[in-house]
């Protein structure tokens, strides 16, 4: 599964570390100043054509509303209409994300939280068991 080898990509560029700072598809409310990557709904895909095509959002949590908006930012930077390019298992045509970091307020303990989705365009470099 790609999201896997987006966790992997993020810590390999120094956006976090995994399971510590980045989690698939959880927030744990005991951390602070950390991002989860989750799936979300997307167009349906072609495997006869090996080409694959998702959406993945990714969340944040910060105590600092200005470092935690910059964490973002640099991972939508990261993601920007980047083209052909290879993670773990995957070639990625291109990644894009939907939109500017959103601002989605505050938690009950007032720490900051920032959403981005993403659109990958990708192929399997090796058959997936």
Do not use: C, W
Not at 42 to 56: I, R
Not at 58 to 83: C, E, H, P, W
Request: no cysteine; hydrophobic share 35%; net charge negative.
């Amino acid at each position: 599964m790609i999201i896997y080898s987006l966790i992997d990509y993020l810590e390999e560029k120094e956006i976090g570390v995994v399971n510590e700072t980045i989690f698939v598809g959880q927030l744990p409310f005991d951390k602070s100043n950390i991002i989860s990557v989750m799936y979300s709904p997307s167009a349906d895909s072609n495997p006869s054509l090996n080409v694959y095509e998702q959406t993945v959002d990714i969340y944040g949590r910060f105590t600092d509303s200005q470092v935690g908006y910059q964490k973002m930012l640099d991972i939508f930077n990261l993601f920007r209409a980047y083209k052909n390019y290879e993670i773990d298992g995957f070639h990625i045509y291109f990644s894009l994300p939907l939109g500017a970091v959103n601002d989605n307020d505050r938690d009950v303990k007032s720490r900051k939280l920032y959403s981005l989705s993403t659109r990958f365009r990708y192929r399997l470099l090796t058959e997936v068991s």
